[in-house]
């Protein structure tokens, strides 16, 4: 399966990716595991995922062309 990474600020210096190719990995828990053992600075950093455009809360499934954004976290105004 394969999703599309898009990852902004100081994580985008961190996490230079585009695609993956994520076969064996079904949900945003998985991925983040996975994000955290091939960029261990990551797991220093606060930050929040995004799925298809929807900030998530709480594990969710991943299908193939998903979107996946890591992003640092930030306040409004």
Do not use: C, W
């Not at 898009?6 to 993956?20: P, Q, R, T, W, Y």
Request: aromatic fraction near 6%; hydrophobic fraction near 45%; charged fraction near 20%.
């Amino acid at each position: 399966m394969e999703i599309e990474i898009i990852s902004f600020g100081k994580i985008a210096e961190l996490v230079n990716l585009k695609n993956l190719n994520i076969d064996g990995i079904k949900d945003t828990d998985g991925l983040q595991k996975h994000l955290e053992a091939a960029f261990p600075k990551l797991k220093e950093i606060k930050y929040k995922l995004a799925l298809n455009r929807q900030i998530i809360h709480a594990n969710s499934p991943l299908t193939s062309g998903s979107v996946v954004a890591i992003m640092p976290p930030f306040s409004g105004g």
